[in-house]
């Protein structure tokens, strides 16, 4: 996609070939094609409205309803924020104070799109044409466009005095080859120079990779964690006056928010875990019930902090599985009661599954070197009941954990 043809989709013939193309996308490509040629749509036209409606499509899970008026690319969209994590970070700063925004790197512009909807003034930069032409428009097609200004232009270059605060979430991906990067001295802008933004400005948000080496969150910073359903998305440094505490696990809940309306919109439930990630969980024996605790509060260090509100021990100091007596309703772990413990050996687990009319199990896995989907092969099951098992070690043996689902409440 070039800035010509994006002008192109945007005048009512391209219209026309976006409403054509949203029609047949999702099917046989050649049919969609043939489709808008014998519609009279030219082919270039007709090609980049399949595209943009197949990534329509494609956005939907992260953006929900509003993807259908966005124009997006393939690295755009692979990188953008998702809707209902941008929407909590703009209500955090919102609810801060902030009213104008510096967005450093704005991509196709979910973050800066939430932030307006939060109703706060944002001043956009982004260094690729297209990508910053197509921010621009989705503020427009949001009806934001007051409020968001998007500036072609190098995000180092930016002059972000005289807003409230600065956001900046720089590309992990390689320019032209997309390929992820893991050094953060290869992000862009450079890391270098995130870091300094968060010395000169005294209100900084930063997006990073949820690996973040704990060893590089700048000192006084706020370290954020976020998961939605269980999948880890994101870290988020909270630097000056925005840092409320030295970690955070977010937890957001997409599936689970009650019904808003009746044309199906959820409410993003949110819960969060907070501490010093520095805090060491006492350890002791296995007992009756097993914790995973979300990869949020893993990732955080905040399993300490956990194990004290669960009244629950670690059995190994290394490994984040917590055990207690109780079964405590808690959002910040899946509990399992266990039923056996056994040190690992196939032939033994394979026979007590059998004994049981074990035909269905879920594996989890923590400090085991083991593959789920081979040992579920290996086990050869049959049988109605279901059971869960948990592959772990508990002091230095290899050790499985059968188990049975306690269910949310307790
Ligand atoms: C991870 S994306 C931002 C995604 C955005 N937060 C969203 O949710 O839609 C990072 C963007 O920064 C842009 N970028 C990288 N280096 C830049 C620089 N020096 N100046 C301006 N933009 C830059 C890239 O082109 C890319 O679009």
């Known amino acids: 996609m070039d800035l ?7 005048t009512p013939e391209g219209s026309a070939a976006l409403a054509a193309a949203e029609r047949v996308a999702g099917g046989d490509p050649l049919a969609a094609a ?13 090609a980049a409205a399949l595209t943009q409606a197949e990534l329509r499509r494609r956005a939907a899970g ?5 993807a259908a008026g966005m124009f997006l690319t393939r690295a755009g969209l692979e990188q953008a924020t998702r809707r209902a994590v941008a929407d909590r970070r703009a209500a955090r700063l919102r609810a801060a104070g902030v009213t104008t925004l510096a967005d450093l790197g704005c991509g196709l512009g979910a ?3 939430a932030a307006a909807r939060a109703g706060i003034r944002v001043y956009a930069v982004e260094a690729d044409p297209v990508t910053a032409a197509m921010a ?14 998007v500036e ?15 956001f900046c979430d720089p590309a ?45 969150i700048p000192a006084g910073a706020e370290a954020e964690w976020v998961s939605v359903d269980g999948d880890l998305v994101e870290a988020a440094l909270w630097c000056g006056e925005l840092a409320e505490v030295p970690r955070r696990a977010t937890l957001l809940r997409e599936k689970e928010g009650p019904l808003l309306n009746a044309s199906g919109s959820k409410r993003v439930l949110s819960y969060h875990l907070t ?17 995973d605790p979300d990869p949020a509060v893993v990732r955080a260090h905040l399993v300490a902090e956990l194990a004290a509100d669960l009244d629950a021990t670690l059995a190994d100091p290394s490994i984040a599985y917590l055990y207690a007596d109780e079964a405590r309703p808690t959002p910040f772990a899946r509990c399992l009661e266990i039923t056996d413990v056994l040190p690992f050996s196939l032939k033994r687990l394979r026979a007590l599954l059998r004994e049981r009319r074990v035909g269905r199990v879920e594996i989890r896995k923590r400090g085991s070197a083991l593959e789920p989907e081979k040992l579920r092969r290996d086990l050869r099951l049959s049988g109605d009941e279901a059971a869960g098992l948990a592959l772990t070690r508990v002091a230095g043996d290899p050790t499985v954990l059968v188990c049975r689902p306690v269910p949310p409440g307790g």
Do not use: C, M
Request: aromatic share 6%; proline share 7%; charged share 20%.
């Open 275 to 291: 501490g010093t990630g520095a805090q060491e969980a006492p350890v002791g024996p296995v007992r009756r019930f097993l914790y």
């Open 4 to 10: 010509d043809q994006l002008a192109a989709l945007r």
């Open 152 to 166: 072609r232009g190098d995000a180092t270059a930016f002059d972000a005095t005289g807003v409230d605060a600065v």
């Open 111 to 113: 973050d800066a799109l």
């Open 62 to 66: 992260k953006f929900g309803a509003a």
């Open 34 to 46: 043939a489709a808008l040629r014998s519609a009279g749509i030219p082919g270039g036209l007709a």
């Open 136 to 149: 621009a428009a989705n503020a427009e097609a949001a009806g934001l466009a007051d409020l968001v200004t």
């Open 172 to 216: 992990r991906r390689r320019a032209g080859t997309g390929r992820r990067v893991f050094d953060p001295n290869a992000y862009s802008p450079p890391w270098d120079f995130v870091t300094g933004l968060a010395a000169r400005v005294p209100r900084t948000v930063v997006k990073v990779a949820p690996g973040l080496d704990h060893a590089l």
